[in-house]
């Protein structure tokens, strides 16, 4: 396909839906993508709060359409209009431990939502690419250490249990309806994007805002859970391969190595020059009824079928997290 410029025919741009793209791995999907020559657009909900802080850069370089997972209609007319190529379907309910206090809420966005776009794609778009956000929390009470595509799911809370109905639904489209259906199962990945109210960044900000000053003390909550944690950049890179390949099939995407949120709270009040120990106290509000005490995965299939592995090392991860907070709180602190 081609269209027409003051230069003569181009080749007509791949157009790519992002549910999800006021989020982190949204924010880091759309970038990876529009550098690769995707015309991309973004689902928004109307209730989405600073949408050009929010989208950073990307703001004016992306089409916002707006509508939500929980409303098939707005979804439908959307994928029906655009027509994408491929289709990423990052929004969710995300937040595990929220996950327990709106278990209804989360099941209608993260478990229901994603029928709702592989339905809506069925009907209007059946060529489209699809990939669910598949999650590592669908592991929950792991049953084989390290975790690969063929474990079995054992989900530790309405979250996760959302994302083992999203991962079949996914499964099932492709399989009923021949659809290009893939989900990535993606172990934790963070980034200075990453929300406040996820223990990395909760660590990280704190961190940086108690050496400043700013701040004195962090409350948590289990410090003794272990996480394989990489960096979310070099995940989405992840979700774009799975959709290239000639047969859709499901990948775990991981580093392959585990640390505890103790550690993690190490490096990165080292980081800030500060011993973690003098400034962390613990809460049992943060604890949750049923916990995912360690996750590890495999991700030998991505790396031979996808050419795909992480690079960025654990604490070199938990190092460009302060930094950016220590940026953050410098400007905060109006410290030059
Ligand atoms: P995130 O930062 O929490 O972003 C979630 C996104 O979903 C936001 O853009 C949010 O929009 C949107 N959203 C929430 N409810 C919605 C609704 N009803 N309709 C439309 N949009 C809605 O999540 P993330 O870390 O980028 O993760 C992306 C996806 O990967 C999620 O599905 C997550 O469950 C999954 N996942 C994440 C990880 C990880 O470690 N980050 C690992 C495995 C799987 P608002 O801005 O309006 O809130
Ligand atoms: N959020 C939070 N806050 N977690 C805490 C705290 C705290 O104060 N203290 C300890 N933790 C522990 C939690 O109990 C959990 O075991 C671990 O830190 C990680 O918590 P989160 O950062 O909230 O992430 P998560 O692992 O539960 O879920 C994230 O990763 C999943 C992939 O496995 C989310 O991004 C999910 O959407 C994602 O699917």
Known sequence: MHYSTPFGKRPMAKKAFITGITGQDGYYLADFLLDKGYDVYGLVRSSSLEIPQRIGKLAGRVHIDHGDLTDSL?????????????IYNLAAQSHVQWSFKLPENTFD??????????????QTCPQARFYQASSSEMFGLVQEVPQRETTPFHPRSPYGVAKVAAFWATINYREGYNMFACNGILFNHESPRRGEDFVTRKITKAAARIALGLQDKLILGNLDVKRDWGYAPEYVRA???????????DYVIATGETHTVR?????????????????????????????VNLVIGDASKAMRQLGWEHKTSFP??????????????RQEAKIP
């Open 239 to 249: 979700m774009w391969l799975m959709l290239q390949q000639e047969t859709p099939e």
């Open 109 to 122: 966005t993260t478990g229901s939502g994603c029928i709702r776009m592989l339905e809506a794609i069925r």
């Open 263 to 291: 550690e993690f709270c190490e490096i990165a009040f080292r980081r800030a020059g500060l011993d973690w120990e003098k400034h962390v106290e613990i809460d049992p509000r943060f604890f949750r009824p049923a916990e």
């Open 74 to 86: 707005s979804i439908r007319e959307i994928i029906e209009r655009v027509q994408p190529d491929e």
């Open 316 to 329: 070199q991860l938990v190092e460009i997290m302060v930094d950016a907070d220590l940026e953050a709180a």
